[in-house]
């Protein structure tokens, strides 16, 4: 029998998830193991270690050393709403931050859904293969979200249990009340299991999504509308032709708490951006980092 270690996660910020059927919300297990991996990339994951933990394709193709099941595969009519009834009961920063919702026109799941989840480690996975799956998980629950607007603070989950994992006990997946210490010890904990790596900054605010959403407008209104690409340009077809991009992924991922508003600003992304970005990596960095600290935050990490 496969080692195995069960999760009980719940919905904080509503949740716009869907496979082929856009028209059905699905909490999806290949969008869960593929937000793993690029956070595994976010923390300084080196590619052969990449491959042969998550699988990869060519002539020297091999699968994952381990599998993630979510479940339920069916969710609840009482769990799920439809975006122009969520569109209604979200305020003035939420709509900002999630625009799209709208256009979109889905389902969503809604907050306090509870959700499981299972990782099985195949026989190939070592002591110190586990604890990197466990980390990429912790941080792309922790961090990161998921579905429609994710990078703008929907879709995030908070896990409920376990505490802690036995083989794993430096860890800690549920939060306490030292929200704060809690992040730091743990993504301390993570850094060095990655070599001091982390492609990221980490920083904490009181203040709430809404909050965020407003300020994050403002900030926006300071710049030339072309020169707003440094905050994203999710829309394709319109990037391509404007900037020779297809889509440039935002630097900064905003992730909702129960209490307060966690900003991470990746610093990862290309060093080199095409010339007719008109912007150099630092200039990108600047302009959100400046956003950031305009929000009365702390600094978690590094």
């Known amino acids: ?34 937000l793993m991996r690029w956070w595994f990339r976010a923390a300084g994951g080196r590619k052969e270690k990449e491959k042969r933990i998550f699988g990869h394709g060519g002539d020297k193709a091999n699968a994952s050393i381990f599998k993630v ?27 900002y ?67 802690q994992v036995e083989d794993f006990k430096d860890l800690k997946f549920v939060k306490n009340n030292q929200i704060k210490e809690w992040y730091k010890q743990n993504l301390l904990r993570i ?7 982390l492609e990221f900054e980490v920083y904490y605010t009181t203040k709430s999504l809404v909050n965020i959403g407003e300020e994050y407008r403002e900030y926006r209104r300071k710049f030339l509308r072309n020169e707003r690409r440094i905050f994203g340009l999710p829309i394709k077809g319109v990037n391509e032709k404007r900037f020779g991009l297809k ?7 905003i992730k909702a708490l129960r209490e307060g508003t966690l900003l991470t600003l990746y610093t990862g992304f290309p060093d080199k951006l095409p010339e007719s970005f ?24 590094p």
Do not use: H
Request: hydrophobic share 35%.
């Open 247 to 253: 889509r440039f992924a935002s630097p900064l991922i």
């Open 191 to 197: 850094a060095t299991l990655f070599e001091n790596n």
């Open 97 to 163: 931050l999630g625009y799209s919702i709208k256009l979109a026109d889905r389902k969503a799941i809604n907050p306090d859904t509870d959700f499981y989840l299972e990782i099985k480690f195949y026989p190939l996975s070592t002591p110190e293969d586990k604890k990197i799956i466990l980390s990429s998980f912790w941080l792309a629950i922790n961090l990161g979200n998921f579905g429609t607007r994710a990078r703008r603070g929907f879709g995030s989950l908070e896990i409920c249990e376990p505490l």
């Open 1 to 34: 029998m496969l080692e195995t270690i069960n999760f009980k996660l719940k919905v904080i910020t509503y949740l716009v998830m869907s496979g082929a059927d856009q028209n059905e919300v699905e909490w999806r297990s290949q969008s869960v193991k593929g």
């Open 278 to 301: 008109k912007k150099t990596k630092q200039e990108v960095i600047s302009g959100i980092r400046n956003f950031i600290n305009e929000l009365q935050v702390e600094k978690i990490y």
């Open 69 to 95: 099941k979510c479940y339920p595969l069916k969710i609840k009519k009482e769990n799920i709403e439809e975006s122009s009834r969520i569109w209604k009961s979200l305020r003035s920063g939420e709509k």
